[in-house]
């Protein structure tokens, strides 16, 4: 069964600290597909980046960026020299190609605040 | 245009009450969503259009009843709700059936049932 466990639900910072924001999941796939997604406060949620199960490699965009480890599960997601602008819940998702690939799998979100 | 839009933004209702919420976009995308979602928990699905047509109902009561009139339009329409249907209801759309794809989403409806 998919699953994707976000460990941390609410994480609270000041300006310009780096956070690091955790992402474990669960499948029997070879094949999947691993996404993060931002909700500020107006609820919208934003698409930030997709991996797929082939592609290990890090990547970096801008004051973001993302760590992806099979041999742990993890696909984590960090942010340097936080701004307040980035105060949003945080939602880490797993997207199967067999079985149910429309469906995305959430975790529970990640609430971060960063204050001035 | 990469956007999805939902209307209204609020919607109060009462339980007698008939409305119905509307989405949109014109990406060209043929596969359409409707999530619940209640604070501090993530999105819920609740149905799925796969090229206007019902491929998954995520056994949501019937006094939600979805409608895609065409490949641009995905309505949610609600009768005799109850208040734990109080929640952020989001509308999303994907280019494709393919799990490569993200979603896009639109801002949401905030829907109050008295």
């Known amino acids: 069964a998919q699953k994707v466990t976000q460990a941390q639900t609410e994480i609270s910072v000041v300006e310009k600290e780096d956070v690091t924001l955790d992402c474990v999941y669960e499948?029997?796939?070879?094949?999947?597909?691993l996404f993060w997604y931002k909700q500020p406060p107006s609820g919208e949620l934003v698409f930030l980046i997709r991996r797929n199960s082939f592609d290990e490699q890090n990547e970096i965009s801008g004051r973001y960026s993302w760590n992806f480890q099979k041999s742990t599960s993890s696909f984590n997601f960090t942010i340097t020299a936080s701004q307040v602008v980035d105060s949003a819940v945080y939602f880490c998702?797993?997207?199967?190609?067999?079985?149910?690939?429309?469906?995305?799998?959430f975790g529970k979100g990640m609430k971060l605040t960063v204050n001035p | 245009d990469t956007e999805v839009t939902q209307t209204p933004k609020h919607l109060v209702m009462g339980m007698t009450n008939k409305k119905s919420l509307k989405c949109e976009q014109h990406?060209?995308?043929?596969?359409m969503y409707w999530y619940k979602q209640k604070a501090k928990k993530p999105p819920e699905l609740m149905f799925v259009?796969?090229?206007?047509?019902?491929?998954i109902n995520e056994s949501v009561p019937s006094r939600f009843s979805p409608e895609c009139p065409n490949s641009s339009l995905l309505n949610l329409h609600l009768h005799a709700l109850q208040p734990e249907d109080s929640a952020l209801y989001l509308c999303a759309s994907r280019k494709g059936r393919n799990a490569y794809n993200e979603q896009f989403f639109g801002p949401g409806t905030r829907l109050t049932v008295l």
């Open positions: 499948t029997r796939d070879t094949t999947y597909y």
């Open positions: 990406m060209g995308h043929r596969a």
């Open positions: 998702a797993l997207s199967e190609p067999q079985g149910g690939s429309e469906k995305l799998v």
């Open positions: 259009y796969s090229y206007e047509k019902l491929s």
